[in-house]
């Protein structure tokens, strides 16, 4: 069986790109992990994410996975197993898993500290991912084949529609960077709505709730603040009644997220 593939690195360059990941996420959940074993009241995603973020110590990725994202059905408004599953899928070759669930942890969660992790990685998984020449693009955020972490090799195509779609959706830009990454993600939130509606998510339909507000340019400048803080910070400089409008409407505008409409893997075959 085809296993998810950690990126393509030397294995010297891997081992420290997860012990970097390492130190960082289980700092933290130990923490979490410690105070919860002490908790009889925990929820079943709570269950989940401790199972989790334990096998993720133990390097046991794969199986992690499936506490993370059987935390995430469960409990679709807890976000710390958003943040764990996209830990683990922004060190991987399915990156498109990684700013599904990432932008979700960052709609959902409070900890700063974690959203200024999350948010680079947003960036940067963004910004890695296309090819541009001459006006063409190309974007990779996928292998072709996705492995469930509890289940047999099989085809799913959503990471190749979110592909085709972010490729068509970059045409005619020339370089990555946040204002044009505002562009890039309307344009591919049309032709989803237009050529494979069946994809619509409860994520995309929050996309489409600000694009309506008139918050999409202060959204996207605050989502990817930390993978280019200078472009950022100087936009909300520049338009600081926009930007406050934004933090206003986000704090008065949650996400709604339900047991019946939720963001999973596991649904967007």
Not at 129 to 141: E, I, N, P, S, V
Request: aromatic content about 18%; hydrophobic content about 40%.
């Amino acid at each position: 069986m085809k296993k998810i593939v950690f990126k393509r690195l030397s294995p010297r360059i891997c081992i420290n790109c997860f012990g970097f990941i390492f130190l960082l996420f289980t700092l933290y959940n130990n923490v979490v992990c410690q105070t919860a074993n002490n908790d009889n009241t925990l929820s079943n995603e709570e269950i989940y994410y401790e199972k989790g973020c334990h096998k993720f110590s133990e390097g046991a990725y794969t199986q992690a996975l499936y506490w993370f994202e059987k935390g995430i059905e469960q409990g679709p408004l807890y976000e710390e197993n958003y943040y764990g599953a996209s830990t683990i899928y922004f060190l991987s070759t399915e990156t498109v898993w990684g700013v599904m669930y990432g932008e979700l942890f960052m709609i959902l969660s409070q900890n700063d500290s974690l959203k200024a992790e999350v948010s680079k990685k947003l960036f940067e998984a963004y910004f890695n991912a296309f090819t541009l020449f001459k006006g063409k693009a190309t974007a990779d955020f996928n292998n072709d084949i996705i492995v469930y972490s509890d289940s047999f090799e099989r085809h799913n195509k959503f990471p190749d529609t979110f592909n085709t779609l972010m490729s068509n959706a970059a045409n005619n830009i020339y370089f990555i960077d946040i204002s044009s990454l505002i562009t890039i993600r309307q344009r591919f939130l049309s032709l989803i709505k237009s050529k494979a509606s069946d994809f619509m998510n409860p994520l995309f339909a929050y996309w489409d709730n600000i694009i309506a507000s008139g918050n999409w340019q202060a959204y996207n400048y605050w989502l990817f603040a930390y993978g280019n803080k200078s472009e950022s910070a100087t936009w909300a400089r520049e338009n600081k009644q926009q930007w406050n409008k934004f933090l206003s409407w986000l704090d008065k505008n949650p996400i709604p997220l339900s047991e019946t409409d939720k963001f999973s893997r596991y649904l967007m075959e």
